[in-house]
């Protein structure tokens, strides 16, 4: 599996930062939004799939991270099936958000040691009644100035160009 930052690209007339996760059947691409307070996800893509988020959800807080540290928010998000019929295309749903930093501690993966936050990020998705249907949480350890050592999908970092590391190959 492979994430790459692709880079500014112009997503409905705005300047957005887009990801690109693939391999072992993924296929993902995140766009993303850059303030002054943080990080933003504005927009999912994945195969039949686009979530649009609004507001975009506060992914990372501009603060440096510390434990007991947490920030939540609402969205709705849109999700649209460009491959179906017209009057299943399109669903919104209400999600509610909340990150956490959990705890720190040092952590070895294929990459080396890291000395990392854990972070959990939870979701909970409400119907037109306001009934919750579904509750998501998903852990990533993040590392100061390097980024995430372990996905929210449970991959570990390997290898980065920002380590300089030699693969093993």
Do not use: C, K
């Amino acid at each position: 599996v492979r994430l790459e930052v692709e880079g500014p690209t112009v997503l409905d007339g705005e300047v957005r930062t887009a990801w690109h996760l693939e391999g072992r059947g993924l296929d993902v691409r995140w766009y993303r939004e850059h303030r002054d307070d943080g990080t933003y996800l504005v927009r999912e893509e994945r195969p039949g799939t686009v979530i649009t988020f609004d507001p975009p959800i506060l992914e990372w807080t501009s603060r440096p991270l510390v434990v007991g540290q947490r920030w939540e928010g609402q969205t709705l998000a849109t999700v649209r099936f460009p491959d179906v019929r017209e009057e299943d295309a399109t669903r919104t749903l209400e999600v509610a958000y909340a990150t956490t930093v959990v705890d720190q501690r040092t952590v070895q993966v294929p990459a080396g040691e890291f000395e990392v936050f854990i972070v959990n990020f939870t979701s909970r998705t409400f119907d037109a009644e306001g009934n919750e249907t579904e509750s998501l949480t998903q852990e990533t350890w993040v590392a100061p100035f390097l980024g995430e050592v372990r996905t929210e999908n449970g991959f570990f970092l390997v290898d980065s160009n920002l380590l300089g590391l030699q693969p093993d190959r």
